[in-house]
Nanobody, 122 residues
Framework: QVQLVESGGGLVQAGGSLRLSCVASGRTFSITTMGWFRQAPGKEREFVAAIRWSGSRTSYTDSVKGRFIISRDNAMNTVYLQMNSLKPEDTAVYYC???????????????WGRGTQVTVSS
């Protein structure tokens, strides 16, 4: 029905940058909002950023404001997360999510990608 596939994760030094991509396919008309979450070992899945397919509203968790930028390419059904000034505490598996609005809880998103590992070395 709907598939979300993340890419762009990897190993980067502190202070460096990565850009994550999430491509949506299938019955994508059912998704109005795309979000990024992350999960480190032993921790709960944490909201990072979200964007609607239409309009200009975006949302970020406080710890990434000014460093991360979420954006979209509607023609390619792709959402990006540009991550700058990376810190070791950003290390986590990053997941792409699709849902019906900008929500801050993982349980409120219907569709999920498999995740991509981001590791930031000190």
């Amino acid at each position: 029905q709907v598939q979300l596939v993340e890419s762009g994760g990897g190993l980067v030094q502190a202070g460096g940058s990565l850009r994550l991509s999430c491509v949506a396919s299938g019955r994508t008309f059912s998704i109005t909002t795309m979000g990024w979450f992350r999960q480190a070992p032993g921790k709960e899945r944490e909201f990072v950023a979200a964007i609607r397919w239409s309009g200009s509203r975006t949302s970020y968790t406080d710890s990434v404001k000014g460093r991360f930028i979420i954006s979209r390419d509607n023609a390619m059904n792709t959402v990006y997360l540009q991550m700058n000034s990376l810190k070791p505490e950003d290390t986590a598996v990053y997941y792409c999510a699709g849902g019906t609005d900008i929500y801050y809880s993982a349980k409120d998103y219907r569709y999920w990608g498999r995740g991509t590992q981001v590791t930031v070395s000190s």
